[in-house]
């Protein structure tokens, strides 16, 4: 077993570090918010007062931070920079979502002092964090993915090599361009149908069993009351808020704008969000677009 740090504790983060410490592993863990850390304390992790202590003596690291920015002053900015304090042998994995590039400088200039540095943004959800089957995209030479693989396995199921550093940071932003417009236009259906004396859940039914089935009609249903234990049966709380998938879709523009890839849909998408957004919708869960067709 593993001694292992552990720096971000929302949403997602907490129940990762709480699913490594079932798995056997003592995790030392920081948040700048001590509330945070307490909650995951009570399951069983170790609070550190800072995250340096939490990750000089630790043999992984993993970060779960808002943006580049944070993750770039963590590791090689910040006035307590990690890459200074930690060991030489340590493998450090960031699955925050941020944008390639500072996933490939930040793991380049760990590679020239000497350290393991691999993206690895996850997939599923706070539902998927909870229940450890969260899916991995990590971008990583072969060696540092096969050192990483069975510390993810710890908190997901689907562990995937999706090619060298920021290849993670990449397909990440993909998947979610692909999420945010299947969800659009499920709710966009769902809507229609409602509006011309459809039961929104007859029709989900029917859409889940034709052609147009998707994963939002799967899984997460964006019409209130259809489907239990989802964000749109509980005013939209908790999920992924509409303010990170706004988020993530700019950084996927970012993406197709470097390499010249088309992506009308995904553009549209990105529209609708931050239209649905600037009503003072950030903070509810994404799947609450279904109200700005409402609107």
Not at 128 to 133: E, N, W
Not at 252 to 265: E, K, L, V
């Amino acid at each position: 077993m593993a001694v292992i740090g552990f720096i971000g504790l929302g949403n997602m983060g907490g129940p990762m570090a709480v699913n490594l410490v079932k798995a056997g592993h003592t995790v030392k863990v920081f948040d700048l918010f001590p509330e945070a850390i307490q909650k995951v304390v009570l399951e069983g992790c170790v609070a550190a007062s800072s995250a340096v202590i939490a990750a000089q003596e630790a043999d992984v690291v993993i970060s779960m931070l808002p943006s580049g920015k944070h993750v770039d002053a963590l590791y090689v900015s910040g006035e307590h920079a990690l890459f200074d304090v930690v060991k030489k042998d340590v493998l450090i994995i960031d699955s925050s979502t941020i944008d390639a590039a500072t996933a490939k400088q930040v793991s380049a200039i760990a590679a020239e002092r000497g350290l393991s540095f691999v993206d690895a943004p996850v997939s599923g959800g706070v539902a998927g964090a909870i229940a450890g089957t969260l899916a991995f995209m990590v971008g990583a030479t072969d060696a540092q993915f096969a050192r990483a693989k069975p510390i993810l396995l710890n908190m997901g199921q689907n562990i995937f090599h999706a090619g060298a550093s920021g290849a993670g940071q990449i397909a990440k932003c993909c998947n979610n361009m692909l999420l945010s417009v299947l969800m659009a236009g499920t709710a966009e259906a769902l809507n229609m149908g409602v509006e011309n004396g459809l039961d929104p859940s007859v029709l989900s039914q029917i859409m889940l069993q034709s052609s147009g089935s998707n994963w939002a009609l799967q899984k997460y249903n964006p019409y209130p009351d259809v489907m239990e234990g989802v964000p749109s049966s509980n005013n939209y709380q908790g999920g992924f808020q509409v303010d990170l998938m706004y988020k993530d879709l700019g950084l996927a523009m970012d993406i197709s704008h470097q390499s010249g890839s088309p992506t009308p849909m995904g553009s549209q998408a990105k529209s609708l969000y931050s239209m649905h957004k600037s009503k003072g919708k950030g903070r509810l869960d994404f799947s609450s677009i279904l109200q700005l067709y409402q609107d």
